[in-house]
């Protein structure tokens, strides 16, 4: 638990949760349900004075023990061993940034004019346009004479499946003549 609230201390709500949302931990999901309760009691019980949410931070976050289940597990030959099923307590402070303070993140977000790299949309640039001219009437067109595609050679077998192919024939007559002495012999 710890690890997932020391990665989201001093973040802005909104980045909080996103971190939290792709961290492989099992305690990020907790983690984030105490920031989205906390800042749920923020806007509920705030008060008279409306809370900006793009303004919420995570001022304080941290993790302390509770309490301990014990249980038994029973083992080989009638033992026994204790299993102790840790808890624990999340604590979270969450404030508004002041109005200068808005981190980069929000401030690129609340921001009308994209920013350079990937908030910006990339078009495809227009291709040259080729400037033709109009053919005369008079001039007669030209024939070109296409040139007659040669057709790519057969490739050749290689010497080495040349060779192996031979070899095989001659094992094949070898093969035939130790067949024939071995039916003699019996």
Known sequence: ??????????????????????????????VARVLRSAAANE????????????????????????????????????RATKVLKRTCHIHVVLDERPEGE????????????????RAK???????????????????PEKKTKAKAKSKPKAKSKPRAKQKAKEAGKKKSAKSKDKEAEKKRKR
């Open 1 to 30: 638990m710890r690890r997932a609230a020391d990665l989201v201390r001093g973040k802005d709500l909104g980045e909080a949760l996103d971190i939290l949302r792709y961290l492989p931990n099992r305690s990020a999901y907790y």
């Open 43 to 78: 806007f509920n019980l705030g008060g008279d004075d409306k809370v900006d949410e793009d303004r919420l931070y995570v001022k304080v976050i941290y993790v302390n023990e509770g309490a301990r289940y014990k249980r038994i597990m029973y083992r080989a030959y009638g």
């Open 102 to 117: 808005l981190s980069k993140r929000t401030r690129r977000r609340l921001s009308e004019k994209p920013t350079k790299g």
């Open 121 to 139: 949309k990339r078009t495809a640039k227009p291709e040259a346009v080729k400037e033709t001219k109009p053919k005369k009437e008079s001039e």
